[in-house]
């Protein structure tokens, strides 16, 4: 599951659960915007504070568990460069 999906079946922001894990929320925005990878460390807290609902791999390389739309195109929920 990516963070976003898990997020939003939790009813929970971003800025929240980055507050929650003690995750700096620019690191979390600048992820969502592709303009930075989460790290390896990050992941990892990620993958614990959701009880590994989102993996470390879903965390670092969402881009490898993108949705397929019905055209055939990719849809990433978090979007990296």
């Known amino acids: 599951m990516l963070l976003d999906d898990y997020l939003k ?3 929970m922001r971003l ?3 980055a507050e929650k894990v003690g995750i700096d929320r620019s690191t979390l925005y600048k992820s969502r915007s592709a303009k930075r990878k989460v790290s390896a460390a990050v992941a990892e807290k ?4 959701t009880g590994g609902q989102v993996t470390r ?6 881009e490898m568990y993108a949705e ?4 055939g195109s990719e849809q ?3 979007r990296y460069e």
């Open 9 to 11: 079946q939790k009813g």
């Open 15 to 17: 800025y929240i659960f």
């Open 46 to 49: 990620i993958e614990k504070a």
């Open 57 to 62: 791999m879903e965390a670092m390389f969402p």
């Open 68 to 71: 397929k739309n019905d055209d």
């Open 76 to 78: 990433y929920k978090l």
